[in-house]
């Protein structure tokens, strides 16, 4: 399957975007789909999982309240809608897909995105 994530862009301090990832090549459904993101000379880390219906979701304690994962099956695609923009989201924003549900590693995903810049103002 094949990810194509877009959205980013520079934002102020308080802000929002949405980021979407579309998916082609592949049984969308049949895929649980995260979002991850690497900032400068950090690694990569989960931010949000939600599963193959959208039923359940997952994100990390530093984005609750304020990130919201949802998807459109008939859209094959993903997005990550971000409130409340803060400096220490700016990151690279990938989409990934894996067939289960429960994981939140990096290397447990199977099919990546290019990535998506996030650059919030102060």
């Known amino acids: 399957v094949q990810l194509q994530a877009s959205g980013g862009g520079l934002v102020e301090a308080g802000g929002s975007l949405r980021l979407s990832c579309a998916a082609s090549?592949?049984?969308?459904?049949?895929?649980?789909m995260g979002w991850f993101r690497q900032a400068p000379g950090k690694e990569r880390e989960f931010v949000s999982v939600i599963s193959w219906s959208g039923g359940s979701t997952y994100s990390a304690d530093s984005v609750k309240g304020r990130f919201t994962i949802s998807r459109d099956n008939a859209k094959n695609t993903v997005y990550l809608q971000m409130n409340s923009l803060k400096p220490e989201d700016t990151a690279v924003y990938y989409c990934?897909?894996?067939?289960?549900?429960?994981?939140?590693?990096?290397?447990?995903?199977?099919?990546w995105g290019q990535g998506t810049l996030v650059t919030v103002s102060s």
């Open positions: 990934a897909a894996v067939k289960t549900y429960g994981n939140y590693v990096a290397r447990q995903y199977d099919y």
């Open positions: 090549g592949g049984t969308f459904s049949s895929y649980v």
